[in-house]
């Protein structure tokens, strides 16, 4: 018999039902956000093939982006605020209704928001933010877009619909709302993308330079020719990309990976991450990959070609906990973190002196402290320009036997 025809039950045997059933998924959902915060928290997504909770998501779970998205949020919210789920479960909360709340919650006062909102409906609980929260409200404009492939200028703002398909919406709001890339048939994408003036301007640029060429290429020709160029110079970048490539020099260091390997590792990997878990899952990553040394340089390890692969950023960190330990990998993690933030700190330092001597100071070999106090030493400087603030500082550092008329030149 068929477990889902409900054709046999009485009205009252199929409404109990109902909400027996109904209570087990806001339970077994409750749980599902459980499982999912332990998860993220022990990383195993990276173990079972995946650079992110959300690839593992989609592509292990089989979850809609959407539906990953919701969840995930859910359950960070859960880890820090665990009677969110004890709510979910007894179906005071439903999922979206979570993620609304989640950013609102703070340790002192969760208890508040989250009676304040038991059983209420989405929209309920968005007046409910918006009367605490207000927001500032947004014009709305529309305006027609005359034909596919056609350009629409307004106060500054460029709207554009670029597509080889037919059938152009009609509103630039709805193109707005609807940024990025659909699938429209085999080998066929359309983008909707709205584009500040400034952009429009390099567009049109770009198609006068071109107006020789026959016929003159329309506007999806030319976003396609600078994706080429784009693709080139940053493949140029990242591994030295050429069509002719020349024999590396040797480097003195074993960590340095020569372009001649990156090359190699890069077609060999087809630019993407080559981890596979146990059960042969093969990361999809093609994202912020890395250069992961098979057998570590500290043990012996050189950059040879067979030595070297690529890892995104997930599975480079997982392969160093393995081979270091997870406890020594966030050691030094940790002390990477410090070193930025006080590298950041020293920056903002500089910018909060708001003055732009201090770099040009600093790439003479001038320490921070020195800059701050030929800065002090020199006067007000309101008014003058970079050469000549750059001249006094130097007139306050270099002794005075020494100084000099000219200065550095500022190129
Ligand atoms: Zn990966």
């Given at each position: 018999m068929n477990r889902y025809s409900l054709a046999h039950l009485t009205d009252g045997a199929l409404l109990c039902g109902l909400k027996t059933n109904l209570a087990r998924e806001r339970d077994f959902l409750a749980l599902v956000l459980a499982h999912l915060a332990e998860v993220e928290a022990r990383r195993l997504y990276r173990d079972a093939g995946y650079a992110s909770m959300h690839a593992y998501c989609v592509h292990g779970l089989h979850l809609s982006h959407d539906a990953a998205k919701k969840r995930i949020q859910a359950a960070r919210a859960a880890r820090d605020?665990?009677?969110?789920?004890?709510r979910v479960a007894e179906g005071a909360l439903c999922l979206s209704v979570v993620n609304l709340l989640a950013p609102h919650l703070t340790p002192e006062s969760a208890e508040s928001p989250l009676s304040a909102t038991a059983f209420r409906t989405r929209f309920e609980v968005e007046e409910l933010l918006a009367s605490r929260c207000p927001q500032q409200a947004v014009e709305t404009r529309?305006?027609?877009?005359?034909?596919?492939?056609t350009l629409v200028e307004s106060g500054g703002t460029t709207a554009a619909v670029l597509t080889e398909a037919q059938?152009?919406?009609?509103?630039?709001?709805?193109?707005?709302?609807?940024?990025?890339v659909t699938p429209i048939g085999p080998d066929h994408y359309r983008l909707r993308l709205t584009m500040s003036g400034a952009m429009y301007e390099k567009l049109r640029q770009a198609k006068d330079l071109l107006g020789h060429r026959k016929p003159v290429p329309g506007e999806l020709q030319i976003l396609e020719l600078g994706l080429d160029l784009l693709v080139a110079r940053l493949e140029k970048r990242k591994f030295g990309a050429t069509d002719r490539p020349r024999t590396a020099r040797r480097s003195r260091s074993v960590r340095h990976i020569s372009n001649e390997v990156k090359r190699q590792v890069w077609e060999r990997g087809g630019g993407?991450?080559?981890?596979?878990?146990?059960?042969?899952?093969?990361?999809?990553?093609?994202?912020?990959?890395?250069?992961?040394?098979?057998?570590?340089?500290a043990r012996g390890g050189g950059s040879e070609a067979n030595n070297i692969r690529l890892r995104c950023r997930a599975h480079n960190q997982l392969e160093a906990e393995r081979t270091y330990g997870r406890q020594f990998v966030q050691h030094k993690r940790e002390q990477a973190k410090l070193a930025?933030?006080?590298?950041?700190?020293?920056?903002?330092?500089?910018?909060?002196?708001?003055?732009?001597?201090i770099p040009w100071l600093r790439r003479l070999g001038v320490t921070l402290g020195e800059a701050r106090f030929a800065l002090d030493e020199c006067g007000p400087t309101a008014g003058l320009d970079l050469e000549t603030r750059l001249k006094r500082c130097l007139a306050v550092l270099a002794p005075p036997h020494r100084k000099t008329s000219a200065g550095p030149a500022l190129h």
């Open positions: 605020f665990p009677a969110l789920l004890e529309v305006e027609p877009i005359a034909q596919p492939l059938g152009a919406p009609g509103h630039l709001q709805e193109i707005a709302k609807a940024p990025g993407q991450c080559t981890f596979t878990s146990d059960d042969g899952t093969r990361c999809r990553e093609r994202g912020r990959l890395e250069w992961n040394h098979v057998q570590p340089v930025a933030t006080k590298r950041r700190a020293e920056k903002s330092e500089e910018a909060r002196e708001g003055d732009d001597v």
